[in-house]
């Protein structure tokens, strides 16, 4: 059994008898500030159709695996394929376990993408379901840290990155946090599409599962782009510090793009940037504050927005 986690949440991991299945149980973290809980019925019952999974032209495919409640002990649990996620096989550095393979990542990557152009192409609930319709709880984390910061490490972050981005960066990351709910068309959304919630399979030609249900709303198909882009530009940004330059980070950016299959798009850049900040938020405010890592990650965030001013500029938006 592993465990892992932070003050937002916590992970478990069991094996079955034979070693062969995995539960993985999440409960709330001491400084959560919401339960953990399934998604409204009506978003649960559209992400139920995406469940199964369907096989790819490179392979087995990602599959959504949905929430079901934990018992007494409270939390969520997720029957899933594997024992690590995607991430941690990533940035593993054991020499008895071997890095992942390249070709076997690009395809779990591209089937990623895939998984999350049909989640954005399911149907939106109807108008009388107007719970289903909030924002995902990691947004709203976000956008109410960036507007009005909490006392303590959320205010000190907050004043951290306003000076060491500057002024005039942090006004547009403010506008961009006002302008990007209100981008279309709006879809159904992960909400938060990590690549710790990717679980690759252990046993060939069975889906890879990700972790779904938790953060799920209504937004822009933008944002669960540029989570996952996020995501491996920090992996690319950090490699060398962990030990990993051999990968090539830009051929699975491009995995994934290519079973995402959509052109590129300014708000993508713009989510990119906005999900780099809140990883680092959740960093800072619920694991540990690290005075060098805030500097590092307001280097990213510079490098970030400099990508998304290039897009906006070829694509003629502002």
């Not at 907050?158 to 981008?183: C, F, K, M, T, V």
């Not at 798009?265 to 809140?278: E, G, N």
Request: proline share 9%; net charge neutral; glycine share 10%.
């Amino acid at each position: 059994m592993a465990e892992y986690g932070s003050a937002l949440v916590r992970t478990k991991v069991v094996a079955g008898a034979q070693n062969d299945r995995f539960t993985w149980i999440r409960t709330g973290g001491a400084a959560r500030p919401e339960p953990l809980q399934q998604p409204p019925r009506v978003l649960m019952a559209a992400l139920t159709a995406l469940e199964p999974g369907r096989t790819t032209d490179r392979g087995p495919g990602v599959r959504c695996v949905l929430p079901r409640t934990h018992g007494s002990e409270g939390g969520l649990r997720y029957p899933l394929p594997g024992r690590r996620s995607l991430a941690e096989l990533l940035l593993s550095v054991n020499p008895s376990s071997p890095p992942k393979g390249m070709s076997s990542t690009q395809d779990e990557l591209y089937g990623f993408g895939r998984l999350l152009r049909a989640l954005h192409s399911a149907p939106l609930p109807g108008p009388g379901e107007a719970d289903a319709y909030a924002l995902p709880g990691a947004w709203r984390r976000l956008f109410s840290w960036t507007a009005l910061p909490a006392p303590g490490r959320p205010a000190q972050l907050h004043q951290a990155l306003r000076e060491l981005l500057g002024s005039a960066r942090w006004r547009r990351i403010e506008e961009w946090s006002d302008e990007l709910p209100q981008a279309v068309p709006r879809t159904l959304v992960h909400g938060a599409p990590g690549l710790g919630l990717l679980v690759p399979a252990e046993v060939p030609d069975i889906p890879h599962g990700l972790i779904t249900g938790e953060d799920v709303g209504v937004a822009p198909w933008q944002w669960d782009v540029g989570w996952v882009l996020a995501e491996l530009r920090e992996l690319r940004f950090f490699s060398a510090r962990l030990h990993r330059p051999e990968i090539n980070w830009q051929r699975l950016e491009q995995s994934f793009l290519s079973g995402y299959g959509r052109p590129y798009d300014p708000w993508v850049h713009r989510s990119a940037v906005l999900r780099s900040l809140l990883h680092l938020h959740d960093f800072s405010v619920f694991v540990t504050w690290d005075e060098q890592e805030v500097r590092r990650y307001a280097a990213l965030v510079e490098d970030a927005m400099e990508a998304a001013d290039l897009m906006g500029e070829r694509e003629g938006v502002r």
